[in-house]
């Protein structure tokens, strides 16, 4: 289905596959995906920072991009454990997956330090892939868009016009990932549409209808199809079943 803004499939592998069997996948995909037309929708592969390397050789021939799942703030330095833009762009990473919902809980990343790393990744001229999502809780406490409002306008501060048209917004229900449960289209599409009205009232109306927002939780070859045809709905940020070829693939074409 042409949409008025590209599609973006991104299959976030998390904490799963060593090099061996990220390169094994990515094969897998490739022959999957062979003589599909995807010219309508970019793919991504989001794989842990050990598989980068060899997953950026093995997707040289083909249109997957690669993206990493998180990334410093800051440049250089004495900071162990952490990754920078310089060290990513190494292996052709295109996009940078930033405050996913498992990072503001575990690690408690804030907006605002959301905010700093999506300035870092377009500093370095890549693209940020910004998440945001409301629990459990917060849906049955109606503050859904309470809590987006704040995570939309507290994670892009700081960027231009130009920068946030660049950027990816991923919503994902926190409630939805990884529990087999999924928003239903009309509340992906009623989401959606509120964090567009949001990015409206912070740049202007043109731009927010230039932003790519996907949505994650749970989503599955037999959903995707439904999920995609709403009119806000520009893509998925995929987990589980991004780590089966097969079914990630069922996802592309079932988008398209």
Known sequence: MKKERKLIIAGNWKMNKTVAEAVSLVADLKRELAG????????VVSPPFTALSEVSKSILDSNIKLAAQNMSENNFGAFTGEICAGMLKE??????ILGHSERRQYQQETDALIAKK?????????????CVGETLAEREGNLTEKVLETQVRGSLAGLTKEQVVETVVAYEP???????KTATTQQAQ?????IRKVLASVFD????????????????????????????????????????????????????
């Open 205 to 256: 109306e043109a731009t927010a209808k230039r932003v790519r927002i996907q949505y994650g939780g749970s989503v599955k070859p037999n959903n995707a199809k439904e999920l995609m045809s709403q009119p806000d709905v520009d893509g998925a940020l995929v987990g589980g079943a991004s780590l089966e070829a097969r079914s990630f693939a069922d996802i592309i074409k079932n988008s398209i």
């Open 174 to 180: 926190v409630w939805a990932i990884g529990t087999g």
């Open 36 to 43: 599909v037309k995807v010219k309508d929708v970019d793919i």
């Open 118 to 130: 999506a300035a870092a990744v377009h500093a370095a001229a890549l693209k940020p892939i910004v």
């Open 190 to 194: 009623d989401a959606h549409a509120f």
């Open 91 to 96: 292996f052709s990473v295109r996009h940078v």
